[in-house]
Each structure stands twice: as C-alpha cells, then as structure tokens.
C-alpha cells in the first residue's frame, strides 16, 4: 500500500476534527449538557465531556469515507464489523456515564461483556508465540480470559490516565502512531488508525491545557479500547507477541502508576478503582508546576517509551528484554529526579500499618454510604446537615463547619493543634466543609492505633489515631455529601440552606407522612453535637 490513502485519512480525520468539536462546544452551552463534576477533579470551571462524541463521529466519517471512496483493498478485512460496533458500544457505554453515573461495578460489567462478544465473534488472541523461536502455542479456552483481561484493562488504564488536561488524549495520540507502523506492516486497519491518529491531533488543539473540552469516559472508552483491538488485529491473533507488547512500553509509567495506586488502595481497604488525587500527575501540580508543563513532561517521557515500542515491534520481539531492563531503569531516574520514590515505594510502610487502617477506613465506608443514600430521603438541607454532622462525629472528627451560598452551620469546638482540613466542595456548587481532628500516636512511636487508653499520647476523644486516616476520611466524607447533595437538590442549582428539594416521583422523603414524628424523634435522639453556630446570609 502506497501513503497516499494513509496521509488522507490522516487529514481528513484531522479536518472532521476541528470542524466537529466547536459545533458540539456550542450545542453543549446552548442544551446545557453536563454531568456534575466530581469531588476528585481539579479543575475549577465547568468544562464539556463531550469529547467522545467527536471521537466517535469522526470515527463513522472515517469509516464511511474508507468504504465508499476507497478501492475495496483498503476496506475488506476480517472482523472489521466486530471492531467497528463494539468500539461503538464501548463508547456508548462511557456516554451513558459521562451524561448520568453508572457507577463503577455496572460499567466494568459492560466492559466485560462487550470484551466477551467480541472474542465471541472471532476476535481476541487465540495463540502465543514464544520469543526467539518459531513455536506457537494455543490458548484455547483461556485465550477468552486473556481477551478480556487485555480489552478492560488497557480501556480502563486509559480512563485512569485522564486526570489532566491533554494527557490521555496525547499519549493515545503516540499510540495510534504506533498503531500505523503496525498495521502498515501488516495489512490491517492502517487507513482507520491513521484516520484516529489525525483526529486526535485535532482533538488536542481544544484538550492541551487549558482545556475546552475533555474526553469523558465515553471518550476514554472509546480510544482505551481501539488501542487494545488494534492491536490484537495487528497481532495477528496473538501470533506475533511484539505487536501487543510494543504498546506497554508506551503505557509503560501510567501502568506502574495505576498498579501501585490500586495496590495501596487495597492495602488501605479502598475500592480498588475509586478515583483520587494520588497519582503522579496529581503529585507534580502539588508540587508546583502548571497543567502544561505536567503535560509536556509526561510527553517527553512517553515519547521515549514510543520510541522503544517501536524497536520492539521492528525486532519481532527480540530486543525486548534489553528494552525492559532500559525502561526501568528510566522509571528509576524518573522516580529519583522527580521525587516519586516516596509516592511509588510508599507501599512497604502502608503494609505495617494496613490492618488497622482497613478497620478505619471500612467503618468510615459505612457512614459515608449511609450519608449519600440521605440525600435521596432528607426532607430539607437542616436535615441532610444533621446527616453529616452526625458521619462525621462517629468517623472521630470533632469540629464541623459546613459554609454554604446562604450561612454556616458549626458542630463542636476548635482545637489548637487539631489536624485541620477545608474542602471547597464540587466547585463551590455544594459549598465548603471544614474538618478538625485531633489525633494522636502511640507512645512508643509505633505506627497503628492503640491497644489501650494507656496508648495514647495525648487522650482525645473523639480523634483520629493517625494524620493518613484523617486525609483519606475526609476525602471520603466530602465525597460522600457531594454526592448526597446531588441527589438532594435540583440540577445546576448551588445548595443553600433554604433551597426547596426536587419533586422526584417515588422517592419518599423524611417527614412526610404518619412516621415523621417517630422519625424525627430518632433524628433528635442521634444527634451527636450541638450547632454551636448559626450564621445566615442577608440578602
């Protein structure tokens, strides 16, 4: 195949591009379509998610314009229809999130299903060629597991990886490159990658920081799982080994990156894919540097991963051990020079301690829930504020202050020397939550908490055994009311303290009815704190 059909695809997918994503900014504005922006987002401004929809329709352009303008060479291929409706799917289903959440067990069911039917219709990887020798062995059964654990985990990775602008979509940008190369050596799929590839440098002129519009989960999707398809065609099944492995040396630092914020996760008793603000691009912003120039470091590193996926898939896989002894020697130097060592290797002190935080963190879990569920059944603010102050005093945090359009409200009193944390929540839309502590640890400087009262030093009650525990409670906490707030009030409204609640059919809200005086009597009787302040705004 000559470059003039590849080129082409390129700059069309370039040109629907940059004629797509300002249509959809303005229908956006204009419909005002948005989802509620999450606790553990940094940006402050509402921006659109809908970048996957761009990605998408540029996508079916692609497709249409390759099989009806383009000799029948360039369009016939096995499983071309299965690439081109389950990208679709994959896609529909980070839509569906990005405009109302699924949550987090529904979407990996979908991703999961949608990976079976895949492999179902005869494409997943089937074999595996081992290195420096022509010998294939047949997966048979488990070649299904390995599909799917392929299909979901780099389409997942991808959307772990969009935490700052221009990231994701850049470094889907160097694998599609990739992505070329291979289908150019192979024969398959080259015109839609290079098509995906123009695009994406299209996209990037409205995602480099300071973005105007986001991938979305729908977007995420979409591009995490072309990736993994692309590849498993490229690949010839799984025949040839370097064509999957080429693209992890590119995903080779958000790979370490998400795998040790899982693993600590996990040790702490979090769910496992709950989104923070712990990764290594959430570490250099807090060290300072802009959105860009986060950006433009992670491109420089990835560009060097690119470079070594390449010398992979151009040896067939046989400079492979070479390239993976250079690449963690570079995740090294990154890890030294950048000061990473104590957020990657933080592992072996959180396992001394994992037990007793997992109690913590398990029982902060179940208030927390218990609150989001609130804001379904609260029948005013006042209500919902009881709520919290009341998770929040059995978490063990003793002073509460929650700020909102219209007043304060103010549980407990202020310690000296407390550990103290204020949390502007969802952009300021569900106000400002400001949380005191006191802890303590033990005596003899043991981590964990302590066995007896003789333990600590000095008593306090209530209190938090440990300054980790009160970072992730509150976290959690804050998370927890945004969520309720949003199931309490109306769309796009800022809660306040007089804000009348949704009319929702079928949602029963506490005192209405024959068992309000009973509830409100258990309201009154759970009631942890006095509010030891009332401020009301004029106005």
Not at 68 to 77: C, D, I, K, N
Not at 169 to 193: A, D, E, K
Not at 472 to 486: D, P, Q, S
Not at 519 to 526: D, E, F, I, N, P
Request: hydrophobic share 50%; with cysteine; glycine share 10%.
């Amino acid at each position: 195949m000559n470059g003039i059909p590849i080129i082409g695809c390129g700059l069309l997918g370039l040109g629907i591009m940059l004629l797509l994503t300002p249509v959809i900014l303005k229908t956006s504005v204009r419909a005002r379509i948005a989802r509620a922006r999450d606790q553990h987002h940094t940006h402050t401004a509402q921006v659109c998610r809908l970048g996957g929809l761009a990605l998408a329709a540029t996508f079916l352009g692609l497709e249409f314009f390759i099989r009806f303008f383009l000799p029948v060479e360039h369009y016939a291929g096995p499983g071309r229809a299965v690439v081109i409706l389950s990208s679709l799917a994959m896609f529909g289903l980070g839509f569906w999130d990005d405009l109302k959440p699924l949550g987090a067990k529904r979407k990996l069911l979908g991703q999961i299903l949608i990976a079976l039917v895949v492999y179902y219709f005869g494409v997943g990887i089937e074999s595996f060629k081992i290195p420096f020798t022509e010998r294939i062995i047949p997966l048979g059964g488990w070649g299904a597991l390995v599909t799917v654990l392929w299909l979901v985990g780099i389409t997942n990775l991808i959307n772990l990886i969009d935490g700052v602008d221009g990231l994701a979509s850049g470094i889907c940008l160097m694998l599609m490159g990739l992505l070329v190369y291979v289908g150019y050596q192979n024969g398959t799929f080259v015109l839609l990658t290079a098509g995906m590839t123009g695009a994406l440098l299209g996209f990037l002129w409205f995602n480099f920081p300071p973005a105007r519009i986001y991938l979305g989960d729908g977007g995420a999707y979409f591009l995490g799982f072309q990736v993994g398809l692309f590849a498993i065609m490229g690949s010839h099944k799984g025949s040839i080994l370097a064509a999957l492995i080429a693209p992890l040396f590119v995903l080779a630092l958000p790979i370490v990156d998400t795998s040790l914020a899982i693993l600590r996760r996990g040790l702490r008793g979090l769910p496992l894919f709950r989104p923070d603000r712990r990764h290594l691009h959430h570490h250099l912003l807090r060290m300072g540097m802009s959105r860009r120039k986060v950006v433009l470091l992670f491109y420089a590193v990835t560009l060097v991963f690119l470079v070594m996926g390449f010398a992979a898939f151009w040896s067939r896989g046989h400079l492979v051990p070479v390239l993976v002894g250079l690449t963690l020697l570079l995740l090294l130097l990154c890890a030294g020079r950048l000061s990473f060592s104590r957020e990657w290797f933080a592992v072996g002190r959180v396992v001394g301690n994992s037990l007793a935080m997992r109690q913590e963190i398990h029982y902060a879990l179940s208030l927390t829930n218990w609150l989001e569920q609130e804001g379904k059944r609260s029948a005013s603010v006042e209500d919902l504020c009881e709520d919290l102050a009341f998770a929040a005093h059995r978490i063990g945090f003793s002073y509460i202050k929650l700020t909102l359009a219209d007043g304060s409200r103010v549980w407990g009193q202020p310690q000296p020397g407390a550990n103290s944390v204020t949390q502007q929540l969802n952009g300021g839309s569900c106000g400002v939550l400001e949380l005191q502590a006191a802890t303590s640890q033990r005596i003899e400087g043991q981590p964990g908490p302590p066995d007896t009262e003789s333990d600590w030093h000095p008593h306090c009650s209530p209190c938090i055994w440990d300054s980790r525990v009160f970072e992730l409670t509150a976290e959690l906490l804050a998370e927890a009311w945004v969520k309720a707030a949003h199931k309490w009030k109306p769309e796009n409204a800022n809660l306040s303290f007089d804000l009348k609640p949704p009319a929702v059919a079928g949602v029963y809200r506490r005192g209405q009815g024959a068992l309000a005086t009973a509830r409100l009597s258990v309201r009154q009787a759970r009631t942890p704190l006095p509010v030891l302040s009332d401020t009301s705004i004029s106005g």
